[in-house]
């Protein structure tokens, strides 16, 4: 059996002012992603190492960890792809670390609740209408955008968000315009409002690693790109054509 | 052996450590140095225009003034400086180019245009506005 040096970033609050690395010595077979690695270390090295993960299908977007420098799914990362080694190991960038590779996600789950990421009506039509009838064009607009899983792969490649953490990020743009892009809703307004602010769309400079590093292809930075020019296009509108609505 | 407390942590008070962002963060990856270059040609985008503004300036001012601007502009370190600066309008001008399909979704009805049109035809109308300068320039000589 094969071994492998892994560099795991420990944080212990109650004993550490400062992380530190702790080189494991991980035994691994053929195709073990690095998330099998970290559990071996869990479970036959030092049961103290806390981290996060749960589905090991690259579905549920929580075991997204810093692996050579880089965001990924670490239940979606060969251990031979990030070889020789050592592997280093360290919680997601951008993030405050709680312990180990835990990080604290209440700023993006907050950030998420303010883009408004759920269909918004003006009036809901009466049930026995029936349903909201689309058509696989209009599905197809904002398919892409819906496979996000809330991973903060994004955040974590997003120099912007870790220079200046009240930057909104790339999954919450991307949900949002998932949400506009979608012909049953009525909240691109609302949404516009949030995100025209400070430290909405207009942070992001085009870096474009969010893009690169995103496990669904959901390209947040093609996203925002759009949404700046729909929020062009509004100012243009609205300057030329006073009278019209948005 | 238990490791020693440490005196500013509180029991069920987390204490979390944020990393501080090294002030060379930018070199990290290839794609980060990129984007910095991308950014920073913006400053000889910049220079070209307001160079283009004193061309433009130096032609108002009569004969004399142009001949002085031109007799500048053909100093070899000028020159130098200045086939410098070509190379990174190019640079700035491909970079961007390369990611208006990312930015642009273009509809004809129904018919989404694919990414790869959208690129081709960026190119296409640089390539003709810069052939109408050079007949310009050309027809001017």
Redesign the interface.
């Known amino acids: 059996m094969n071994s492998v040096a892994v560099e795991v970033l420990r ?9 530190s690395f702790e080189v494991f010595d991980v035994p691994y077979e053929d195709n073990w992603m690095v998330l099998d690695a970290i559990n071996h270390i869990k479970d036959q090295m030092d049961g103290t190492l806390s981290y996060r993960w749960a589905c090991r299908m690259g579905v549920c977007g929580s075991c997204g960890m810093m692996v050579n ?1 880089k965001p990924v799914l670490t239940c979606a990362t060969y251990v031979e792809d990030v070889l020789p080694g050592p592997v280093r190991v360290e919680p997601l ?1 951008g993030f ?3 312990r180990d590779l835990v990080t ?1 996600i209440r700023d993006f789950m907050v950030k998420l609740q303010r883009v408004k990421p759920w269909i918004i009506r003006e009036e809901e039509k009466p049930l026995a209408e029936g349903e909201y009838l689309q058509t696989p ?1 209009e599905l ?1 607009d904002y398919k892409q955008y819906s496979m996000c899983i809330n991973c903060m792969l994004c955040y974590a490649a997003c ?1 912007i968000y ?2 200046d953490p009240e930057f909104i990020g790339p999954a919450a743009i991307a949900l949002a315009q998932r949400y506009n892009l979608d012909s049953r809703d009525q909240g691109r307004e609302e949404r516009m409002d949030v995100l025209s602010q400070h430290d909405g769309m207009w942070g992001c ?5 969010c ?2 590093v995103c496990p669904k292809k959901v ?1 947040p ?2 996203a925002i ?2 949404y ?2 729909d929020a062009t296009v509004d100012w243009f509108r609205s300057a030329l054509m006073p009278w019209r609505k948005r | 052996m238990a ?4 005196a ?2 509180r ?1 069920y008070h ?6 501080r ?1 090294p002030i060379f ?2 070199v ?2 290839a ?2 140095i990129k ?1 910095m270059c991308r ?1 920073l040609t913006s400053l000889f985008v910049a220079y070209a225009a307001g160079l283009l503004l004193v061309q433009v300036w130096a032609l108002g001012q009569g004969a004399a003034a142009h001949a002085r601007l031109l007799n500048w502009l053909s100093h070899p370190a000028v020159v130098t400086g200045h086939v410098v600066l070509l190379a990174t309008l190019l640079f700035h001008t491909v970079t961007w180019l390369n ?1 208006t399909p ?4 273009l509809r004809l009805g ?1 018919w ?1 245009v694919p990414k790869a049109v959208v690129w081709v035809g960026h190119y296409a109308v640089w390539l003709v506005l810069s052939l109408v300068i050079v007949w310009l320039f050309v027809g001017v000589a």
């Open positions: 944080y212990r609050p109650e004993t550490e002012e400062e992380p420098g960038r405050p670390v709680v604290d064009e197809q120099p870790e220079l400079t085009f870096v474009g690693d893009s690169v390209d930075a093609g790109q759009r700046k020019l | 490791k020693a407390l440490n500013s942590y029991r987390p204490k979390w450590h944020r990393e962002v963060w930018w990290r990856s794609s980060y984007f950014e990611l990312q930015a642009l979704v129904r989404r």
